[in-house]
């Protein structure tokens, strides 16, 4: 088990360490990392050091800091950070510098973590290998001729690697679990509503959250203790009592019923995934967990409902490129038109051109109520489903995804393929509920594998309290 940043942390309290020493000690490790397996878009080794001085210095004086503060931390690169660029990785706003920053941004830099730069992801979040940056492919820091998973590629990447461990992603459909279990790392994706999505540039807005990389549990409880909470700059943000997630780490496990879902265990799954999975099941038993079969009949439509909504959401968020206001403008236009056009043809790639044309067409008179409200009628009998599993049970187990990380290439050319890789991971984003993934193992050629606990509506003080005895039982 690697050192947790909460006890760095303490040794930065008892001036074991100084917050400049750690990040002395982590940007070359960084920088040479990351010419390996290209996690980072921009770095921020300059501002870093400049930070962690001034968080010496204050303590130095005696002043009152947060119990976490010189910490490092990275960023995905579609939460907005006031004068650093935030390019979404892609040519539209390869240029963008936010004036302000996002929510959670703001509550780090309060909190004193030191940001050590912005991660590479898919285009605009829509993807599950880094495939689709405009910019670079990120690589597999286990394997680097593997995707890391996506769209929090970098970030995922950077965790696993430690460079550093903590890291910010977005989940819309499985872009932090995914990855996470693909690298080898832990990948929370909170309930909707819980942490603010104030500043995240919207791939889809009722499916779009934020949530913490790291490479233990206890970390993820730590940083959702720092960015959780009801932000009034957020329509959507939930105005409920925020628990400390780190003191609910505590306890046994005794008494904890988790259901296990019939439709996770499918033909398509992986041999060697279910195995690992239903060894964790096990270990979950042995913690004092009781395990039930639990049914979720509408699993079958998660993906295709989720890509109707995601699509069709996508459309509409992206309609403000147009290279009037702000990002990539074309310069050589007839008229507003043509410019409109141009920059679009220019500013986006395949990927999230696809989902545009999509998205319109199901949005498009004659077609709204054959494909979009439908799909909204099923995402409710999702919902449903995980509501009458929850009166039963307080979590439920199952892969994270149904296959270890593939090799670049392998799928790139067949989209519907790679949309199956957030089968297992899509319908708690539809559902609006927590999830995590926690490493699980290994195949037979040392592929990470994760195994996913989800939860109810704001039940991530159990959530965690779970996949951290789990973690521990396996170090």
């Given amino acids: 088990m690697p050192e947790s940043a909460v006890a760095l942390a303490k040794k930065l309290q008892n001036k074991e360490v100084s917050s400049k020493e750690i990040v002395q000690e982590l940007i070359p ?13 921009t770095i921020l080794s300059e501002q870093a050091l400049k930070k962690a001085e001034e968080i010496d210095s204050r303590r130095a004086k005696g002043e009152e ?3 976490w503060a010189g910490l490092p931390i990275g960023v995905k690169d579609l939460l907005c950070t006031e004068g650093v660029r935030t390019t979404c990785s892609s040519k539209m706003l390869e240029n963008f510098v936010p004036p302000y920053d996002a929510t959670v941004v703001r509550k780090i830099k309060d909190a004193g973590f030191i940001i050590m730069g912005k991660t590479n992801m898919d285009e605009f979040a829509m993807g599950s290998s880094s495939e689709n940056s405009a910019l670079f492919t990120t690589k597999n820091p286990v394997d680097t001729s593997r995707v890391p998973g996506g769209s929090s590629a970098g970030a995922a990447a950077a965790a696993a690697a430690g460079i550093p461990a903590l890291n910010l ?13 693909f690298c080898g790392c832990v990948g929370l994706k909170p309930t909707y509503g819980l942490v603010s999505r104030y500043g995240l540039i919207a791939f889809a807005s009722s499916l779009d959250q934020i949530g913490p990389f790291a490479q233990t549990v206890e970390d993820c409880a730590m940083l959702m203790n720092v960015i959780a909470g009801h932000d009034p700059m957020d329509g959507t943000s939930l105005d409920r009592p925020v628990p400390d997630y780190l003191k609910g780490l505590e306890g046994d496990l005794k008494g904890v019923k988790v259901g296990v879902p019939k439709e996770y265990f499918i033909e398509g799954l992986n041999s060697e995934v279910r195995a690992r999975i239903e060894e964790g099941i096990k270990t ?19 993906i295709a409902t989720y890509y109707f909504i995601c699509t069709a959401e996508a459309s509409s968020n992206l309609a403000r490129y147009d290279g009037v206001v702000y990002g990539h403008r074309h310069m050589d236009a007839s008229d507003i038109v043509d410019m409109a056009a141009k920059t679009r043809a220019e500013g986006f790639g395949d990927e999230v051109k696809r989902r545009i044309m999509l998205g319109t067409y199901v949005l498009s008179a004659g077609f709204y109520d054959a494909y979009y409200l439908k799909a ?10 995980f509501d009458q599993a929850f009166e039963k049970v307080d979590l439920i187990v199952g892969p994270t995804t149904p296959t270890t990380a593939f090799k670049f290439g392998d799928k790139v050319d067949d989209p519907l393929s790679m949309y199956l890789a957030d089968v297992f991971t899509s319908s708690i984003n539809l559902a609006g509920i927590g999830g995590i993934s926690v490493p699980c193992g290994a195949d037979s050629q040392g592929l990470p594998v994760g195994m996913q606990l989800i939860c109810p509506p704001l039940g991530e003080e159990k959530l965690l309290k779970v996949a951290h005895h789990f973690q521990m039982a396996g170090s």
Avoid: F, M, W
């Avoid at 909204?376 to 489903?385: A, E, G, N, S, T």
């Fill in 29 to 41: 490790r960084l920088e040479e990392k990351d010419r390996e397996i290209n996690a980072y878009v």
């Fill in 65 to 67: 800091l947060g119990p």
């Fill in 169 to 181: 992603g977005s989940d819309t459909g499985g872009s932090i679990r995914q990855p996470a279990a």
């Fill in 284 to 302: 979950l038993e042995s913690l004092g967990c009781e395990t039930v079969e639990v049914s979720l009949p509408h699993t079958d439509y998660g």
């Fill in 376 to 385: 909204q009628r099923v995402r409710r009998l999702i919902k449903q489903d």
